[in-house]
């Protein structure tokens, strides 16, 4: 038991600490006004990319296994979605409904996945990691734009062919994306990358983790805990507790183990996206109740995760 207690403190306690560094620097302006956005742009346009392109790109080959979990997320994702937009349409407030869905369905996985993973598995958690995120990417984006197109709060309802438009342009633009369609060449024909350039691109990838943390800790503000609260506490419970209670036991039921479930379990336990308030924002929704569901569920994932890693670690499926 006290070996599966200090498992789960060294899994969490060190991204927990990243993210205080950033919001007391944050906090104390020593980053200053401008930092924070073309730090989240090198992350998510460049560091981020680089870091999953090495990763596919140096994965063995797809097995039966990867097919299966990537399978089973595809699944999960689609079926989550559609249960919480079902469920929003019969007990959520017409002008919440987006921002609910969206938020207590879409997770953090891109920028906390890899960090977690590796933190509880080393190599082989990222590489499992990085084999599921391109379709999870892709879904979350889809599934988003379409759940916030059909509950926009704006008087002029958009286009079907307009919601098409902006799922694909979102879709073929997502660097995270094309540094995967990118990497899968190199992985399938085996190609060894000239020392010089897996060097500079491993340099590149080693700014992701404590960049996106700082940044996520820096973006964190106490002053916006303000009304919505109810339906923020609701979406923040079936995000980090209910959810993944369903999800990750199904998938231990089916057989999942080690990085696997470690990777069911990160991709649903994970916080809301920080990219949803932005989303809810452009796409008149409630962007209010956007910004409470990603600091509610930010504050309460360290003690979700931290609960999650030690019953699984407890229960030995991981």
């Known amino acids: 038991m006290l070996d599966n207690f200090i498992y789960s403190v060294n899994v969490i306690l060190p991204i927990f600490i990243i993210v205080i560094l950033g919001f007391v620097l944050g906090r104390t302006k020593f980053l200053g006004e401008g930092f ?13 990319p680089v870091m999953l392109f090495l990763e596919v790109a140096g994965a063995e080959k797809l097995s039966g296994g990867d097919l299966k979990l ?58 499992a990691i990085a084999l599921v995120m391109p379709f999870v990417i892709v879904m979350f984006n889809a599934y988003s734009v379409i759940v916030l197109s059909i509950f926009s709060c704006d008087e002029k309802k958009v286009s079907f062919k307009e919601t098409l438009k902006r799922l694909l342009l979102n879709i073929v633009t997502n660097p995270l994306i094309i540094a995967v369609v990118l990497a899968l060449p190199v992985l399938y024909f085996e190609i060894d990358l000239p020392t010089f350039a897996d060097r500079s691109l491993n340099y590149i990838s080693g700014m992701t983790t404590p960049l996106s943390l700082i940044c996520l800790g820096a973006n964190f503000k106490l002053s916006a805990v303000k009304g919505r609260a109810g339906a923020a506490a609701a979406a923040t419970a079936l995000k980090l507790v209910i959810v993944p209670l369903v999800t990750v036991g199904i998938a231990a039921l089916l057989g999942f183990r080690n990085e696997a479930l470690g990777t069911v379990f990160i991709l649903f336990g994970a916080p809301s996206a920080v990219s949803s308030y932005i989303m809810a924002k452009n796409m008149k929704n409630d962007s209010d109740l956007a910004a409470e569901i990603l600091l509610f569920t930010t504050m309460v994932c360290v003690f979700t995760v931290f609960g999650g890693v030690f019953l699984l670690k407890t229960l030995a499926l991981i």
């Open 70 to 127: 990537i399978a089973y997320c595809i699944v999960s994702v689609t079926s989550v979605f559609i249960l919480m937009s079902l469920g929003a349409f019969l007990f959520v407030k017409k002008e919440h409904r987006g921002a609910f869905v969206q938020g207590s369905s879409r997770s953090n996985f891109a920028v906390l996945g890899i960090p977690l993973a590796i933190s509880m598995f080393g190599d082989a958690g990222a590489t």
């Open 36 to 48: 924070i956005e073309p730090a989240e742009k090198i992350v998510f346009k460049v560091a981020l």
